[in-house]
């Protein structure tokens, strides 16, 4: 299976951007859809967005479309996530996981292999 390691989270200001990263080891890492998730205290993990295996399909959850952006480098088996207009609702820890199937999807039991987080806090 793939192992991932999330990185790049941090305290900005409402308005900031921050880039994460998510570095993946093991096997066909390049076969498989990708996405992001995050979870705030208290509340259920969340969709933010997913890709395809070749990067070039994307989705995005609304509360985050026209200001995130996903992309996949596999020559370096790295997922990242930019984030732009960073507001104080996007505060939550933030995961990366790789897909079990074929077509991407927004269902987080729809990954298999899950990173262990990193912190995002906005504040205003």
């Known amino acids: 299976q793939v192992q991932l390691v999330e990185s790049g989270g941090g305290l900005v200001q409402a308005g900031d951007s921050l880039r994460l990263s998510c570095a993946g080891s093991?096997?066909?890492?390049?076969?498989?859809?990708m996405g992001w998730f995050r979870q705030a205290p208290g509340k259920e993990r969340e969709f933010v967005s997913t890709?395809?295996?070749?990067?070039?399909?994307?989705q995005y959850a609304d509360s985050v479309k026209g200001r995130f952006t996903i992309s996949r480098d596999n020559a370096k088996n790295t997922l990242y996530l930019q984030m732009n207009s960073l507001k104080p609702e996007d505060t939550a820890i933030y995961y990366c996981a790789v897909g079990k199937y074929p077509y991407s999807s927004r269902d987080s039991r729809d990954y298999g292999s899950w990173g262990q987080g990193t912190q995002v806090t906005v504040y205003s």
């Open positions: 890709t395809s295996g070749n990067g070039r399909t994307t």
């Open positions: 093991g096997r066909t890492f390049s076969n498989y859809f």
